[in-house]
């Protein structure tokens, strides 16, 4: 097998011209077969000067080639066995085969970089049959004989011409038409400085879009930078021949009067002026029998002359509109399509899948332009990847920036991004003034705004991760005004976008850049402080309003609320901190059981930062805070059980019983890890008594999980089946579904314990359902725990193997790892029971011993379903 070339490399592509005529022509079966006998002669062809096969998609190939002359050789004779192949019922297969040479980044199995996409070009010029090669390619072969020039073309990249050659073939066809390129079309598409990438799904889109009959008017829309004009440009290009009369662009940015744009569109189609007749009936008397596409550029500021243009254009059927516009037409027949940022990566994927993400591929082909030397490697991509995310997939942003690469290193570039306006300036001359630098492209969208929506576009920076209409119109809106017509004049402007919150309410958002500019302008404006502090009020009173909901029905809505306000609450109480300790205290204490869904290392360790400062917080407020506190601290690890006592007399003092029943059960939890079950029963009979008196189901319903593990220890299963299973019949635990997920999962284990592995695995699945539906990351990880130990009995280690390691995993995003944290150590005691199951004895041991230490080391008792697999599978 051919090794991947490296460092000079010819690229030859290839595909089929014609192919959907073809299975038109042939079915589908004798389709396939033609394609498979045209792929065996291709591959022979390449195989035979040591082809590297780069990429197999549909009808196309992509092969690499370390000498050019190797390239262009089995470039012949690929031509010359199809020409020579008997095809079945007459049909000819006529391939097109494009060879250019360079050095783009390997980046195994396939490569990046421009020539990458100057060879995909090349190709696309090409007619069936014909082999286009570069000059590239043609400089470094030593026989020149076999090329004919054709000439300097500019390719549908939109780049500076570049000569081309066809390769002479002997036996196969040598007159072709004109090579499809843009000097044989009608067209003042200008030239651009590098290809569009990243934009091969959008491209498809549109493409079928504008060729459908009945659509006259399509635009892009999208905040300054997304690439708007660049993608209109390049779908224009790849038009120019569905368009007899031409492709034309007609920029609008020059211009400030909209009564200027309809002769402006006449001129560009070289119409002269007719002092006699209104320059739209010119145009609109030129274009009635013509089919043309007119790519209007940078509409915004002078969207008052759209419904001028469409009138012009109203008798044309055959003409087509596509504008860039920061905000719709608002045309009647208009299709808006939004144009999103590049699609960036996990930073933790690998380095191919990194380097084929569209916004690290521009950055990365950008960078090498600035410095040639620049490659994607394993030690920047991560930083390359961060960056882009930074910058939030936003094209001239991310140009910008690889600009910068000259002198800095991607690292040092992203640690710099909190100065991201000095930072991202020095875009190309050529370039109009608002595409130099990100600052210029985002001032020329805030002077389009009026003064109201400006001053509501800086207030609306406080908010992070975005908000809803409610939290916008409390915090933004002036002398009581709703907020909603400028929240739509914005998203229109595209200055905001808007999306579907987890209850499909419209959460409306910024980009990161364009958050961070109209944050400037809100300081700017004075008004940053009442912002802020309207901004903690309403989070305030959000967390408030929710602290009573993690004992009722609607806990899995607020759980739901809370995490995608996550960043908005941090923000809040960052502010809190700093201006209101004690009012930060109350709101991030009102958080406390939301905390538990995936947070509950930050919340423990910010109330624990705060009770001391927040100096007149009042007592009761104080014994709350300490009691949610330790009640974070004792998710499935280990705490101070004094503390807590003093903690939950404390609660229950100052009135607040319903904390410190709760507590009071953690407590008893801690009792009967370590054995003492009599501790245990006496707290639980105090839980039980305070929630008769209360008729508190937030103290009743966990009492009775607490109460049934009691009953295990001591061996009573027939009664803990009794007390889960009458739960179970209550209407609160129907409607109380996170509830309900803790009550299951104690069956689960009763289940197990007394033998029945598959109703086990049954009553766990029908809990990991719930979880998943409301997306209970507090409940997640024990429930696939109990998974696994059901799994592992039933013998179905596989699984069981993969419900665990993901139990630990969920476990480590809830709550990272504390040094008492005993769930992380039954965790391991399960793993080992699987590893011995497996029959990996070292794993197993090792496993066991680690965890038994701790069980020592802490005093605690190995009960229930641990004790279970310890006595079958890992006993001495």
């Given at each position: 097998m051919t090794a991947q070339p490296t460092g000079t490399v010819t690229l030859v592509f290839s595909d089929v011209q014609g192919s959907t005529r073809l299975l038109e022509t042939l079915g589908t079966e004798r389709y396939a077969e033609v394609l498979e006998l045209h792929r065996r002669l291709l591959r022979k062809a390449f195989e035979a000067h040591d082809g590297y096969e780069v990429d197999e998609e549909g009808d196309a190939l992509v092969v690499a080639f370390s000498g050019a002359g190797d390239a262009v050789a089995a470039a012949a004779e690929a031509q010359q066995a199809l020409t020579a192949a008997d095809w079945p019922e007459g049909v000819a297969v006529r391939v097109r085969m494009g060879v250019h040479s360079g050095e783009p980044l390997a980046v195994p199995p396939k490569y990046v970089g421009m020539d990458v996409h100057r060879a995909a070009r090349i190709m696309g010029a090409a007619h069936g049959g014909q082999?286009?090669?570069?000059?590239?390619?043609?400089d470094l072969i030593a026989d020149g004989s076999r090329l004919l020039d054709l000439g300097e073309h500019r390719l549908k990249d939109l780049s500076l011409p570049q000569r081309l050659f066809q390769l002479v073939v002997e036996g196969a066809p040598l007159e072709f038409p004109p090579v499809r390129t843009l000097e044989n079309r009608p067209t003042n598409l200008p030239m651009?400085?590098?290809?569009?990438?990243?934009?091969?799904?959008?491209?498809?889109?549109?493409?079928?879009?504008?060729?459908?009959?009945?659509?006259?008017?399509?635009?892009?829309?999208?905040?300054?930078?997304?690439?708007?004009?660049?993608?209109?440009?390049?779908?224009?290009a790849e038009l120019v021949e569905e368009f007899p009369n031409g492709v034309w662009f007609v920029s609008l940015s020059p211009l400030r009067d909209p009564e200027l744009v309809v002769p402006t569109i006449a001129r560009t189609l070289g119409l002269r002026e007719d002092p006699s007749r209104p320059a739209g009936d010119v145009l609109s008397a030129y274009l009635e029998d013509r089919r043309m596409l007119l790519v209007l550029d940078n509409f915004e500021h002078v969207a008052e002359s759209a419904a001028a243009v469409a009138a012009a254009c109203r008798t044309a059927e055959d003409v087509k509109?596509?504008?860039?516009?920061?905000?719709?037409?608002?045309?009647?027949?208009?299709?808006?399509?939004?144009?999103?940022?590049?699609?960036?990566?996990?930073?933790?994927?690998?380095?191919?899948?990194?380097?084929?993400?569209?916004?690290?591929?521009?950055?990365?082909?950008?960078?090498?332009?600035?410095?040639?030397?620049?490659?994607?490697?394993?030690a920047n991509a991560t930083s390359v990847a961060e960056l882009c995310a930074h910058l939030d997939g936003l094209p001239l942003a991310i140009e910008l920036a690889a600009a910068r690469?000259?002198?800095?290193?991607?690292?040092?570039?992203?640690?710099?991004?909190?100065?991201?306006?000095?930072?991202?300036?020095?875009?190309?001359?050529?370039?109009?003034?608002?595409?130099?630098?990100?600052?210029?492209?985002?001032?020329?969208?805030?002077?389009l705004l009026s003064a109201e929506e400006q001053r509501l576009f800086a207030k609306l920076s406080v908010f992070t991760g975005g908000c809803r209409l409610d939290a916008a119109e409390a915090v933004c809106a002036d002398d009581g005004a709703?907020?909603?017509?400028?929240?739509?004049?914005?998203?229109?402007?595209?200055?905001?976008?808007?999306?579907?919150?987890?209850?499909?309410?419209?959460?409306?958002?910024?980009?990161?850049?364009?958050?961070?500019?109209?944050?400037?302008?809100?300081?700017?404006?004075?008004?940053?402080?009442?912002?802020?502090?309207?901004?903690?009020?309403?989070?305030?009173?959000f967390a408030r309003e929710g602290e009573p909901h993690w004992r009722d029905p609607d806990e899995g809505r607020w759980l739901a609320r809370f995490a995608s306000e996550i960043d908005n609450v941090r923000t809040a109480l960052t502010y809190g901190a700093e201006k209101d300790a004690a009012a930060a205290l109350e709101m991030a204490t009102n958080l406390g059981w939301l905390w538990q869904n995936g947070y509950v290392l930050e919340g423990e360790e910010l109330l624990r930062e705060l009770r001391p400062v927040a100096a007149t917080a009042n007592s009761t407020l104080q014994a709350r805070a300490h009691a949610v506190e330790l009640v974070l601290r004792s998710d499935h690890a280990l705490f101070d059980r004094a503390e807590a006592q003093e903690a939950l007399d404390a609660c229950i003092a100052a009135g607040r019983r319903d904390v410190?029943?709760?507590?009071?059960?953690?407590?008893?939890?801690?009792?009967?890890?370590?054995?003492?079950?009599?501790?245990?029963?006496?707290?639980?009979?105090?839980?039980?008594?305070?929630?008769?008196?209360?008729?508190?189901?937030?103290?009743?319903?966990?009492?009775?999980?607490?109460?049934?593990?009691?009953?295990?220890?001591?061996?009573?299963?027939?009664?803990?089946?009794?007390?889960?299973?009458?739960?179970?019949?209550?209407?609160?635990?129907?409607?109380?579904?996170?509830?309900?997920?803790?009550?299951?999962?104690?069956?689960?284990?009763?289940?197990?314990?007394?033998?029945?592995?598959?109703?086990?695995?049954?009553?766990?699945?029908?809990a990991l359902t719930l979880a998943r539906g409301?997306?209970?990351?507090?409940?997640?990880?024990s429930v696939l725990y109990h998974l696994a130990q059901a799994s592992l009995v039933l013998g179905d280690l596989d699984h069981a193997a993969d419900h665990i390691e993901q139990a630990d995993l969920r476990e480590r995003e809830v709550r990272p790892p504390a040094e008492t944290?005993?769930?992380?150590?039954?965790?391991?005691?399960?793993?080992?029971?699987?590893?011995?199951?497996?029959?990996?004895i070292a794993l197993a041991e090792t496993e066991r011993e680690t965890a038994l230490q701790f069980f020592a080391d802490h005093d605690l008792s190995v009960t229930g379903t641990d004790r279970l697999l310890v006595d079958r599978y890992l006993s001495d």
């Open positions: 082999v286009l090669v570069s000059q590239t390619t043609a651009q400085r590098a290809s569009l990438l990243g934009r091969e799904e959008e491209l498809a889109e549109l493409q079928e879009l504008l060729l459908r009959q009945q659509v006259s008017i399509v635009s892009l829309t999208g905040p300054g930078g997304t690439g708007k004009t660049r993608l209109a440009l390049q779908l224009g509109l596509l504008a860039t516009s920061r905000s719709p037409l608002r045309l009647s027949g208009e299709h808006v399509f939004p144009v999103p940022p590049l699609r960036v990566p996990d930073p933790g994927e690998d380095l191919a899948a990194l380097s084929e993400a569209a916004a690290v591929a521009l950055f990365v082909e950008r960078a090498m332009t600035a410095r040639p030397d620049f490659a994607l490697t394993e690469t000259r002198v800095l290193p991607p690292q040092a570039i992203l640690s710099r991004l909190s100065n991201r306006f000095e930072l991202l300036t020095g875009g190309a001359r050529d370039l109009e003034d608002r595409q130099q630098t990100l600052r210029a492209t985002l001032d020329w969208s805030y002077e709703s907020a909603l017509d400028g929240i739509v004049a914005l998203v229109e402007q595209s200055l905001l976008r808007e999306r579907d919150d987890f209850d499909s309410e419209p959460r409306f958002w910024m980009l990161e850049s364009i958050r961070a500019y109209a944050a400037e302008r809100l300081a700017q404006g004075g008004e940053g402080d009442v912002a802020a502090a309207a901004h903690f009020d309403y989070f305030a009173g410190g029943e709760f507590l009071r059960l953690r407590l008893a939890i801690q009792h009967l890890m370590r054995g003492e079950v009599a501790q245990a029963e006496q707290l639980v009979e105090l839980a039980e008594k305070a929630a008769a008196e209360t008729h508190d189901p937030g103290i009743a319903a966990p009492s009775v999980a607490v109460r049934a593990h009691i009953y295990l220890a001591r061996g009573h299963t027939d009664a803990a089946r009794k007390v889960l299973e009458s739960e179970l019949e209550l209407p609160y635990y129907r409607g109380n579904t996170n509830h309900l997920v803790g009550l299951l999962s104690s069956l689960s284990s009763l289940e197990l314990i007394e033998g029945d592995a598959a109703e086990a695995l049954a009553v766990a699945e029908r409301t997306n209970d990351r507090f409940a997640l990880p944290s005993a769930f992380l150590e039954e965790i391991r005691l399960t793993r080992a029971a699987i590893a011995a199951a497996r029959g990996e």
